[in-house]
């Protein structure tokens, strides 16, 4: 008997959307996930439902029969997970005007945090900010788990399509370093003479957003060197001063790992990054509305 019970929404998700692109390379791209992370888990699904799903040849890609009486009970199985999932949320929330804003490190940025609760209790005086921080494992900042409503987020996020944000801020990304490394002594640096230092790396449950510090689309297809792993920005400073390698940083956060012995350096050959607050599509609740109008308020005020 073929044992299904453990099958994840997420891999029915990742099913649908090829089989609605019928062309693995789009759908990572819908999905923001790597084509071989995506291939590798169709077929665990397959292997794990006993049968295949989707037929792959030279010409492309086509559901098998198999594959085409599973689409739509998929497709029923996410909507309601969906629909439960808000459900729940509404639930929890029912009894207390409360919002949950996640965070992996203080926004900082000029006061934007008291800026924003400031215009959003005027608007909504009888709401409760909640602020929780939440460990750099998870890039969504609790929004994936529904632990928060809101979230400081940098893009990309895995299963972006799930969420929407506003841009709170675009801005460069330098290197950190320690101040005895050769490449210190630059005014700037140029990341092809970075591509071979180890990297200070997110943990792989970071996913998109592990590749994007590291920046693995500068890098040609060169796998990067990972010399530790890190989850804050204690253990960033702690590993940098250490020597254990370099890291990206958004200009706004240059001061959390410079607090002596390291610096930061522009980088030549890097797009910026960007770092917005996002939440939940099918979350439609006039408090976290509210939010994202006092932060786009805000945003705009510089």
């Given at each position: 008997?073929?044992?299904?019970?453990?099958?994840?929404?997420?891999?029915?998700?990742?099913?649908?959307?090829?089989?609605?692109?019928?062309?693995?390379?789009?759908?990572?791209?819908?999905?923001?996930?790597?084509?071989?992370?995506?291939?590798?888990?169709?077929?665990?699904?397959?292997?794990?439902?006993?049968?295949?799903?989707?037929?792959?040849?030279?010409?492309?890609?086509?559901?098998?029969?198999?594959?085409?009486?599973?689409?739509?009970?998929?497709?029923?199985?996410?909507?309601?997970?969906?629909?439960?999932?808000?459900?729940?949320?509404?639930?929890?929330?029912?009894?207390?005007?409360?919002?949950?804003?996640?965070?992996?490190?203080?926004?900082?940025?000029?006061?934007?945090?008291?800026?924003?609760?400031?215009?959003?209790?005027?608007?909504?005086?009888?709401?409760?900010?909640?602020?929780?921080?939440?460990?750099?494992?998870?890039?969504?900042?609790?929004?994936?788990?529904?632990?928060?409503?809101?979230a400081f987020v940098w893009l990309p996020l895995p299963d972006q399509e799930r969420y929407a944000w506003t841009v709170v801020a675009e801005e460069p990304r330098l290197v950190a370093l320690p101040d005895t490394h050769p490449l210190a002594a630059r005014p700037e640096i140029d990341f092809a003479d970075l591509a071979e230092e180890p990297f200070l790396a997110l943990p792989p449950s970071a996913g998109p957003l592990r590749d994007y510090w590291l920046a693995l689309e500068e890098r040609g297809g060169r796998p990067p060197r990972v010399g530790a792993e890190i989850a804050s920005a204690e253990e960033t400073y702690e590993a940098l001063v250490a020597g254990l390698g370099v890291c990206l940083v958004a200009t706004g956060n240059v001061p959390l790992v410079t607090m002596g012995g390291v610096v930061t350096r522009p980088v030549a050959g890097l797009g910026p990054s960007r770092y917005v607050l996002a939440w939940r599509r099918e979350d439609r609740r006039a408090l976290v509305a509210g939010y994202v109008e006092a932060c786009r308020q805000v945003a705009r005020g510089g």
């Amino acid at each position: 008997m073929v044992m299904t019970t453990d099958v994840h929404v997420r891999d029915l998700r990742y099913f649908v959307t090829v089989a609605e692109e019928l062309h693995f390379t789009r759908a990572a791209e819908r999905l923001y996930v790597s084509q071989p992370a995506l291939s590798k888990q169709i077929r665990a699904l397959e292997r794990q439902l006993g049968v295949q799903l989707l037929r792959r040849d030279r010409q492309g890609v086509e559901l098998t029969p198999a594959g085409a009486e599973l689409l739509p009970y998929a497709r029923r199985v996410i909507e309601a997970w969906a629909e439960g999932a808000s459900a729940m949320q509404e639930a929890r929330t029912a009894l207390r005007s409360t919002l949950v804003v996640g965070m992996s490190t203080s926004p900082g940025r000029g006061g934007l945090l008291p800026a924003i609760r400031s215009r959003f209790t005027a608007a909504h005086p009888g709401a409760t900010v909640r602020l929780r921080q939440v460990s750099w494992e998870d890039p969504t900042a609790g929004l994936a788990d529904g632990e928060a409503d809101v979230a400081f987020v940098w893009l990309p996020l895995p299963d972006q399509e799930r969420y929407a944000w506003t841009v709170v801020a675009e801005e460069p990304r330098l290197v950190a370093l320690p101040d005895t490394h050769p490449l210190a002594a630059r005014p700037e640096i140029d990341f092809a003479d970075l591509a071979e230092e180890p990297f200070l790396a997110l943990p792989p449950s970071a996913g998109p957003l592990r590749d994007y510090w590291l920046a693995l689309e500068e890098r040609g297809g060169r796998p990067p060197r990972v010399g530790a792993e890190i989850a804050s920005a204690e253990e960033t400073y702690e590993a940098l001063v250490a020597g254990l390698g370099v890291c990206l940083v958004a200009t706004g956060n240059v001061p959390l790992v410079t607090m002596g012995g390291v610096v930061t350096r522009p980088v030549a050959g890097l797009g910026p990054s960007r770092y917005v607050l996002a939440w939940r599509r099918e979350d439609r609740r006039a408090l976290v509305a509210g939010y994202v109008e006092a932060c786009r308020q805000v945003a705009r005020g510089g």
